[in-house]
């Protein structure tokens, strides 16, 4: 079936994939991360829209004075699993996921420009999920700690209990292995080799261990799993190489430059060229900032960000401004609260080399990004379709609570 329904939510029982990273005072969950269907054309110099398929959401939660029911379920929303639907580096496949409702996820494909459902899964506000794109579906339920994996085409469940005491922030699943990344401190990473049945505690350097860090996101390359270090600095970046038969090792960590005070890394998206990184910072003397930093190499020493200010009562209700971002090629593209899509064109001499052991990021200017606004509507989501560099997916929300989906050529 083509999946172009309009959908309305009228409950706030949320799955958790939709909000990872629930944390004390300053430490706020990001809005974020899945996909669907549908279509606009945009070009870094000036932009068309073309709409062909309906389906979108909008977060004016409070600008629009939605009910408290409202805020908390939007709040819920924009918090979904980066690996349930972003760019997290797994290649390959023609299958991705939709949230279809509160209870309900759904793999697709992309065929003939719209969104073909293939099979629809049941889930729960305590549900994480992700797919490797091929075979698979992994549904993680954090309430007993159990996995169930799902064979797309022969339509088997295979279910598996966890032998640790988890709490989960992310997953990814690729052909081999199943990974979680934890808000554990001392155990935060582990593996399950799916062929022979069994789960790897993986390695984490002694120099780093901190019962406050946590693994936020994981995304992958050819070669190696690399894990986000999300809190206390210094922050790192963690390397352990892949292989398809036993359990991974350690290959090294990097020390990431920094964005400023407070700084929690939420959402990770890599590229063959580029690693995009989202965070949020607090000063006491300039509020909060979020940023998206891009560095243009794994040796993580050329970077910038991208900055955008926000108000101290946008962080402490929850409001985040960059709902999501995509790596496309040479252009960073991203979902803005109130500018809608913005297109940014990645110049090699924007990237600056860090030239000491602890450096800022390099700034460049949010006005060289040029925005194409939604009236009435916010874009919360941005997927990009497997193995296509010329189309991704818009999630809209409108005023009244309705999602719709747009493809969007660029």
């Given at each position: 079936m083509i999946y172009n329904k309009k959908t309305e939510f009228r409950n706030s029982n949320i799955p958790l994939g939709m909000y990872l990273s629930v944390e004390n005072s300053r430490r706020q969950p990001h809005p974020v991360k899945d996909a669907s269907l549908t279509g606009c054309k945009i070009d870094v110099m000036a932009f068309s829209t073309k709409r062909c398929i309906p389906n979108g959401i909008r977060n004016g939660i409070w600008k629009f004075g939605y009910s408290n029911r409202y805020r908390l379920f939007f709040i819920?929303?924009?918090?979904?699993?980066?690996?349930?639907?972003?760019?997290?580096?797994?290649?390959?496949?023609?299958?991705?996921?939709l949230l279809k409702d509160k209870s309900t996820i759904s793999v697709n494909t992309f065929e003939n420009n719209e969104i073909t459902e293939i099979k629809t899964y049941p889930i729960s506000e305590k549900s994480l999920f992700t797919t490797d794109q091929k075979q698979r579906v992994a549904i993680l339920n954090i309430a007993n700690d159990s996995i169930s994996l799902?064979?797309?085409?022969?339509?088997?469940?295979?279910?598996?209990?966890?032998?640790?005491?988890?709490?989960?922030?992310?997953?990814?699943?690729?052909?081999?292995?199943?990974?979680?990344?934890?808000?554990?401190?001392?155990?935060?990473?582990?593996?399950?080799?799916?062929?022979?049945?069994?789960?790897?505690?993986?390695?984490?350097?002694?120099?780093?261990?901190?019962?406050?860090?946590?693994?936020?996101?994981?995304?992958?390359?050819?070669?190696?799993?690399?894990?986000?270090?999300?809190?206390?600095?210094?922050?790192?970046?963690?390397?352990?190489?892949l292989n398809s038969t036993d359990k991974l090792a350690l290959s090294h960590f990097k020390e990431l430059k920094t964005n400023g005070t407070y700084e929690e890394i939420h959402q990770g998206r890599i590229t063959s060229n580029y690693l995009g990184l989202y965070s949020i910072t607090y000063s006491g003397y300039v509020g909060p900032y979020e940023h998206i930093t891009i560095y243009n190499d794994l040796d993580l020493t050329s970077s910038f960000a991208i900055s955008t200010k926000v108000s101290r009562e946008e962080r402490e209700k929850s409001v985040f401004i960059f709902k999501d971002f995509l790596l496309i090629n040479d252009k960073l593209v991203i979902a803005h609260k109130e500018k809608g899509l913005g297109i940014f064109k990645i110049e090699d001499s924007y990237f600056k080399e860090s030239k000491k052991d602890y450096d800022f990021n390099a700034r460049e200017s949010e006005e060289k990004v040029i925005y194409k606004q939604y009236e009435n509507e916010e874009i919360i989501r941005l997927t990009k379709i497997p193995d296509n560099d010329t189309k991704i997916i818009l999630t809209i929300l409108n005023k009244a609570g309705e999602i719709r989906q747009e493809i969007c050529e660029m």
């Amino acid at each position: 079936m083509i999946y172009n329904k309009k959908t309305e939510f009228r409950n706030s029982n949320i799955p958790l994939g939709m909000y990872l990273s629930v944390e004390n005072s300053r430490r706020q969950p990001h809005p974020v991360k899945d996909a669907s269907l549908t279509g606009c054309k945009i070009d870094v110099m000036a932009f068309s829209t073309k709409r062909c398929i309906p389906n979108g959401i909008r977060n004016g939660i409070w600008k629009f004075g939605y009910s408290n029911r409202y805020r908390l379920f939007f709040i819920l929303l924009f918090c979904i699993s980066l690996n349930a639907f972003g760019q997290n580096g797994v290649k390959g496949g023609r299958y991705f996921l939709l949230l279809k409702d509160k209870s309900t996820i759904s793999v697709n494909t992309f065929e003939n420009n719209e969104i073909t459902e293939i099979k629809t899964y049941p889930i729960s506000e305590k549900s994480l999920f992700t797919t490797d794109q091929k075979q698979r579906v992994a549904i993680l339920n954090i309430a007993n700690d159990s996995i169930s994996l799902h064979d797309i085409e022969s339509s088997t469940e295979l279910k598996l209990s966890i032998p640790f005491q988890l709490m989960p922030k992310t997953v990814l699943l690729n052909d081999d292995n199943l990974f979680i990344g934890v808000n554990n401190g001392i155990k935060m990473l582990f593996q399950y080799h799916i062929q022979s049945d069994k789960w790897y505690q993986l390695e984490f350097p002694k120099e780093i261990l901190n019962p406050f860090k946590t693994i936020d996101d994981l995304v992958i390359n050819d070669s190696l799993l690399i894990a986000i270090d999300n809190k206390v600095i210094p922050k790192y970046i963690l390397f352990y190489r892949l292989n398809s038969t036993d359990k991974l090792a350690l290959s090294h960590f990097k020390e990431l430059k920094t964005n400023g005070t407070y700084e929690e890394i939420h959402q990770g998206r890599i590229t063959s060229n580029y690693l995009g990184l989202y965070s949020i910072t607090y000063s006491g003397y300039v509020g909060p900032y979020e940023h998206i930093t891009i560095y243009n190499d794994l040796d993580l020493t050329s970077s910038f960000a991208i900055s955008t200010k926000v108000s101290r009562e946008e962080r402490e209700k929850s409001v985040f401004i960059f709902k999501d971002f995509l790596l496309i090629n040479d252009k960073l593209v991203i979902a803005h609260k109130e500018k809608g899509l913005g297109i940014f064109k990645i110049e090699d001499s924007y990237f600056k080399e860090s030239k000491k052991d602890y450096d800022f990021n390099a700034r460049e200017s949010e006005e060289k990004v040029i925005y194409k606004q939604y009236e009435n509507e916010e874009i919360i989501r941005l997927t990009k379709i497997p193995d296509n560099d010329t189309k991704i997916i818009l999630t809209i929300l409108n005023k009244a609570g309705e999602i719709r989906q747009e493809i969007c050529e660029m």
